[in-house]
């Protein structure tokens, strides 16, 4: 058994689904969060620096069409195996807007001639029944993933975060979505403020009980100029920091006890250097995250859903 067969991999899901690789290209539609307008909070969370995420190509200011022409072409020097796009609309809350607003962005994109799909990054208290109607009507056409930042299970964090919303609210839209047969992907954050290495891993059983399709973990990075910044320089004990195989080693832990059906998409993140004050673990790609995980799993002789167990947790 290789490394490669060890986990189920998201990209190794597009190419038996799809006979292809896709290629999401972000896209940035000047949309806003609700814990930023005042609806739910103000400031964004604490952790939150959107342009870190943000390619050159992709601005609010650059027509929808051009963002994805110029998307595509960096892509294809950087990602030459790549045989199709999914336009990933990213930064920020992509379902908050009024529904025709929605229509309109989503159906641009789709139109692109080089466009499979959409991939809309949004948060869970920013769906509604109305709008996953409208989204399970595209998806009988096109391929439409709805990816929610959910960041963690523990109400206490998300406050402390200033998410803006409960983990009940996690849950309902996950149901709702589950609900339309649309995939989507549950993101996850670990290292945030007041959670140990034990309650990062209590997670995972409730994480496995949700009907997510696959799964985002990041680490905690620490951006300049964020509220999260000073919070760790005034609490640095709050904090749990990995070095980098600590971290792959944890990844391997949750590997081991996360639901064998779920695909895993990513097990870290990566930031430009002038975002951060450090990076402590180099300029490590992701590619080169995913060869240390395999490996790690290959040398621990273990593989994704060995743990796992049909106990769910429930909050």
């Not at 790690?296 to 769910?312: S, V, W």
Request: a negative charge; one cysteine or more; proline letters at 5%.
């Amino acid at each position: 058994m290789t490394g490669r067969q060890r986990y189920n991999s998201y990209s190794g899901y597009f190419r038996k689904t799809y006979g292809k690789r896709l290629q999401k290209v972000v896209v940035d539609a000047g949309f806003t969060c609700p814990n930023r307008d005042g609806s739910a909070g103000i400031g964004g969370c604490t952790y939150c620096d959107n342009d870190a995420f943000h390619p050159n190509y992709s601005k609010a200011s650059i027509p929808l069409s051009v963002q994805i022409d110029e998307g595509i072409r960096f892509h294809r020097t950087r990602y030459r195996t790549a045989a199709g796009y999914l336009a990933y609309f990213q930064p920020y809350s992509n379902t908050y807007a009024p529904l025709p607003v929605l229509k309109g962005l989503y159906e641009e994109a789709l139109a692109h001639p080089e466009v499979d799909g959409i991939v809309i990054g949004t948060r869970p208290d920013c769906v509604s029944e109305e709008v996953l109607d409208y989204l399970a009507s595209l998806a009988r056409e096109h391929i439409v993933i709805i990816e929610y930042g959910i960041e963690s299970c523990y109400d206490s964090t998300l406050l402390r975060i200033n998410r803006g919303h409960g983990f009940s609210d996690a849950v309902k839209a996950v149901g709702m979505t589950c609900a339309r047969g649309l995939p989507q992907c549950g993101h996850f954050i670990f290292g945030l403020p007041g959670e140990s290495v034990e309650d990062m891993l209590g997670e995972i059983p409730v994480i496995n009980s949700l009907p997510l399709t696959s799964v985002k973990f990041h680490q905690l990075q620490i951006f300049k100029g964020t509220a999260m910044e000073r919070e760790h320089a005034e609490r640095p004990q709050d904090f749990v920091t990995f070095s980098l195989m600590e971290y792959i080693d944890f990844m391997v832990d949750v590997a081991e006890r996360l639901r064998p059906d779920m695909l895993i998409e990513r097990i870290a993140g990566e930031t430009p250097p002038r975002f951060v004050n450090s990076t402590p673990w180099g300029l490590v790609r992701n590619a080169e995250l995913l060869r240390l995980f395999e490996n790690r799993l290959e040398e621990r002789d273990t593989f994704h859903g060995r743990l796992y167990n049909n106990n769910f947790a429930k909050f």
